[in-house]
T-cell receptor, first 114, second 111 residues
Framework: KAGVTQTPRYLIKTRGQQVTLSCSPISGHRSVSWYQQTPGQGLQFLFEYFSETQRNKGNFPGRFSGRQFSNSRSEMNVSTLELGDSALYLC?????????????FGEGSRLTVL | EDKVVQSPLSLVVHEGDTVTLNCSYEVTNFRSLLWYKQEKKAPTFLFMLTSSGIEKKSGRLSSILDKKELSSILNITATQTGDSAIYLCAQPQDSNYQLIWGAGTKLIIKP
């Protein structure tokens, strides 16, 4: 069974631009969570979508947004990029949600903001 | 505030050694504790510990939960270079049931 697919894998943007990242979960998984990972910071929770509804949101500014489509694919958008947004953005899918069991992660999208 | 702290932050050992990684937590209501391994990019699930399942084992890896001490350890025996990775622990946060993560332990196994 295909794993979680994230695109693009790498991207470089400049301050002030915006970016859209995509995540295709494992077939049958309705929950998609997004995380930001920076060195020494661990994974910081951004938001979770379940059946097209945002179920939870972390402590990130409104520049970070997301959505989920009827096929469970999810996108996240970051507007007005700042240098501090440079990070690995990971998407994870699960049947019901991470706290009930195992999360399956994609390979991530490495964003560099110049 | 719920918190997960891992130690050490990094560790270098030789092949064949045994290592113990630590995860301590502060949560209002304990539900579970999870361990993940991150080799390159995608973390992969190792164990989930709960009040009814405080000890898990898979091959050379094992994990124990100590609810009195609010901590968990991950043991790896007879380490191999393929064990080199970042090991992450996580817990469901009480306020929104989302996972909060420790900063991870970077483990390097030298041949």
């Amino acid at each position: 069974k295909a794993g979680v697919t994230q695109t693009p894998r790498y991207l470089i943007k400049t301050r002030g631009q915006q970016v859209t990242l995509s995540c295709s979960p494992i077939s049958g998984h309705r929950s998609v969570s997004w995380y930001q990972q920076t060195p020494g910071q661990g994974l910081q929770f951004l938001f979770e979508y379940f059946s097209e509804t945002q179920r939870n949101k972390g402590n990130f500014p409104g520049r970070f947004s997301g959505r989920q489509f009827s096929n469970s694919r999810s996108e996240m958008n970051v507007s007005t990029l700042e240098l501090g947004d440079s990070a690995l953005y990971l998407c994870a899918s699960s049947i019901l949600g991470g706290v009930t069991g195992e999360l399956f992660f994609g390979e991530g999208s490495r964003l560099t903001v110049l | 505030e719920d918190k997960v702290v891992q130690s050490p932050l990094s560790l270098v050992v030789h092949e064949g050694d045994t290592v113990t990684l630590n995860c301590s937590y502060e949560v209002t209501n304990f539900r579970s504790l999870l361990w993940y391994k991150q080799e390159k990019k995608a973390p992969t699930f190792l164990f989930m510990l709960t009040s009814s399942g405080i000890e898990k084992k898979s091959g050379r890896l094992s994990s124990i939960l100590d609810k009195k001490e609010l901590s968990s350890i991950l043991n790896i025996t007879a380490t191999q270079t393929g064990d080199s990775a970042i090991y992450l622990c996580a817990q469901p946060q009480d306020s929104n049931y989302q996972l909060i993560w420790g900063a991870g332990t970077k483990l390097i196994i030298k041949p």
